[in-house]
């Protein structure tokens, strides 16, 4: 045995008799909810998948956590690196020497940053070995004056595997003929891509003892680099480690040094939710409406109701009923809809894209070419929850309305 309620609530969301408008306008309520649920998921997905990726991109060629001193100049840096390899969370650490300069190659020039690393060691750091689009790191070997290009900056200098470009440092030095610019010629060795325009298009790794005497800094680094088991422990690490270096060393993790990127997807994501959140109440001003159109038409039957002994709660609960199923019905459709999209859609885009003619995230202008996706329980019941909450919310008004109905005004023109 179910409720009277229940079935009454059940049987007017039908209303099959006499207004078919009705219906229709719940049809219509249902399918706004389901969109504006569906959106916030797919959404909410799209903004997950793209901060995924911006840190798995970003953590592709920096640090976890980075350990220089004032001025980027280290001289006595290898009691240091030992120092950070005895950390339990610390799975490998590096040094490197930073530097700024320019290539040349057939006339054309391009600045870049120039990272002087230890290959076999550096590997250990970052993942770049599995981002070599030609060569390898390996073939960065000391005195050989190998230099590994990012995909974008061979592509501009015109540059391939094994040939020569020049690269120029801004350090100069002083001849008969005044100060010029210390110049040196390497062999690539290596094109990687990250995928990030501001790697690929300005960075170039040489092995450490040539950066050295490229920048003329003897046995001094700029910093070591580390690699922690598990990331997001690093802030905590580098409090730890902070403690136990000397007062002139300063240790920085990958959150604070890219706390930008991270923010702004944060900030978007949140500014998102509640815009299109909008969209979900929207359908609940549908139901609202869906609702008080039901009542003026249910107005004998609320009176017989009464007039059979009905209370006022049980009246208001005929319609909660009835919105709340709406909601419901909504709500589920969205989830399905949107968990579907959200799942397919690395498959979805490229074929609106190739419908369109046109490439919505062009990698020239953004970091991420692709609209990458990454669903997430917790988002989807949120949203799910929401979406029923504010179904709920829209039925108390029309509701208490029909309950206060008075059988005897109801009746007077039956």
């Known amino acids: 045995m179910r409720p009277y309620e229940l079935f009454i609530g059940l049987r007017y969301t039908r209303a099959k008799r006499r207004n078919h408008f ?24 799209v903004m997950n998948g793209f901060q995924k990726e911006i840190r798995t991109r970003i953590l592709g060629i920096a640090p976890h956590l980075q350990i220089s001193e004032e001025g980027n100049y280290m001289v006595d840096w290898q009691p240091t690196l030992q120092l950070a390899k005895k950390f339990p969370q610390v799975a490998a650490a590096a040094p490197f020497v930073n530097g700024q300069g320019m290539v040349s190659f057939d006339q054309n020039v391009q600045g870049v940053m120039v990272r002087g690393i230890l290959p076999q060691d550096e590997s250990k750091v970052i993942d770049l070995s599995d981002k070599m689009k030609a060569g390898s790191l390996e073939a960065l070997q000391e005195g050989s004056f190998g230099i590994v290009l990012g995909s974008d900056l061979a592509h501009t200098l015109g540059a391939h595997l094994n040939e020569k470009v020049l690269l120029i440092s801004p350090q100069g030095q002083i001849t008969p003929a005044g100060m010029v610019p210390r110049l040196k010629q390497f062999h690539v060795v290596g094109i990687f891509e990250i995928g990030m325009a501001p790697y690929d298009n300005a960075l170039a790794l040489i092995h450490l003892n040539d950066a050295q005497k490229l920048y003329q800094t003897g046995s001094a680094v700029s910093g070591i680099s580390a690699r922690l088991h598990d990331l997001d422990l690093a802030p905590r690490v580098a409090i730890e480690m902070q403690r136990v270096l000397p007062r002139n060393t300063y240790v920085s993790d990958w959150t604070r040094q890219h706390s930008n990127y991270f923010r702004a997807v944060q900030i978007e994501k949140k500014m998102m939710f509640i815009i299109l959140s909008l969209i979900v109440a929207v359908a609940a001003f549908n139901i609202v409406s869906t609702l008080v159109m039901a009542v003026t038409d249910k107005q004998a039957d609320i009176a017989i109701l009464r007039t059979l002994g009905a209370s006022p709660a049980s009246i208001m609960k005929i319609f909660i009923v009835q919105g709340a199923l709406i909601g419901l019905i909504g709500s589920v459709l969205g989830v399905g809809g949107g968990v579907l999209l959200s799942l397919n859609i690395d498959t979805v885009v490229p074929f609106i894209e190739r419908l369109l003619g046109m490439h919505f995230l062009s990698k020239e202008v953004y970091f991420i070419s692709e609209l990458p996706s990454d669903l997430q329980r917790g988002d989807v019941l949120i949203v799910a929850c929401f979406s029923f909450f504010i179904s709920l919310l829209a039925t108390i008004y029309p509701s208490w309305r029909a309950s206060r109905t008075q059988p005897a005004e109801a009746l007077r023109y039956e």
């Open 22 to 45: 009705i219906s229709f306008i719940s049809l219509i309520s249902m399918l706004g909810m389901a969109l504006g649920v569906a959106a916030l998921i797919v959404v909410l997905s």
